[in-house]
Nanobody
């Protein structure tokens, strides 16, 4: 069982920045990677960024150049640095950990970009 807790969300003006954190606790044999998804109202959940246990990253086209995913293995935490946020980035953001035992989701955190 892996528990994930997201933090760092909130309200920000267009052009602003936020850093989301996803902290993992529990037991796992092998962590394969961690991903950030987001879900806007009346939309399905979409992949935003991912990072493998080896540090390889991937991004949705809509966030390339603005978002950066990183990890601190010693803290079992994955970060999503979000810069130049725009209203279309407004959504609930979820992290997902992919382990050898299965995939686990956090509870989600709201990010609202509005003036």
């Amino acid at each position: 069982q892996v528990d994930l807790v997201e933090s760092g969300g909130g309200l920000v003006q267009p052009g602003g920045s936020l850093r989301l954190s996803c902290s993992a606790s529990g037991r796992w044999i092998s962590l394969l990677g961690t991903d950030w998804y987001r879900q806007a109202p009346e939309n399905h959940r979409k992949l935003v960024a991912g990072i493998t246990d080896g540090g390889r990253t991937n991004y949705a086209d809509s966030v390339k150049g603005r978002f950066t995913i990183s990890q601190d293995d010693s803290k079992h935490t994955v970060y999503l640095q979000m810069n130049n946020l725009q209203p279309e980035d407004t959504a609930v953001y979820f992290c997902q950990a992919r382990t050898s035992e299965g995939a686990y989701w956090g509870q989600g955190i709201q990010v609202t970009v509005s003036s």
